[in-house]
Nanobody
Framework: QVQLVESGGGLVQAGGSLRLSCVVS????????MGWFRQAPGKEREFVSV???????WYADSVKGRFTISRDNAKITLYLQMNSLKPEDTAVYYC????????????????????WGQGIQVTVSS
């Protein structure tokens, strides 16, 4: 059974940084595309970033240059380093496990997500 557990969220002031982690069990992180989505109150869940099995990455325009996705060498943890945070980054962030080809040719879409984490709150105060 595949489980994704996020950690690292919280409250931070605008301009600050947070690093989200997603520990994966039941699947090797490096064998599939893995990504992050977020959902702000009253809005639809949106794509944030994806890293493919070969390490190629995609980012939403709204976070490009500020967020960095990565995974550890043991390939059981996915990270999202978030710098220069803005109040509009406030949302529940979800770790997502994609398919074998996720992130190779295009950003990850919700329809390609095989497993979701439970979500973690990130709040950026102005």
């Amino acid at each position: 059974q595949v489980q994704l557990v996020e950690s690292g969220g919280g409250l931070v002031q605008a301009g600050g940084s947070l690093r989200l982690s997603c520990v994966v069990s039941g699947r090797t992180v490096g064998d599939y595309g893995m990504g992050w989505f977020r959902q702000a109150p009253g809005k639809e869940r949106e794509f944030v970033s994806v890293i493919s099995r070969i390490g190629s990455t995609w980012y939403a325009d709204s976070v490009k240059g500020r967020f960095t996705i990565s995974r550890d060498n043991a390939k059981i943890t996915l990270y999202l380093q978030m710098n220069s945070l803005k109040p509009e980054d406030t949302a529940v962030y979800y770790c997502a496990a994609g398919t074998y080809n996720s992130g190779l040719y295009s950003p990850l879409s919700s329809s390609q997500v095989a497993y979701w984490g439970q979500g973690i709150q990130v709040t950026v105060s102005s």
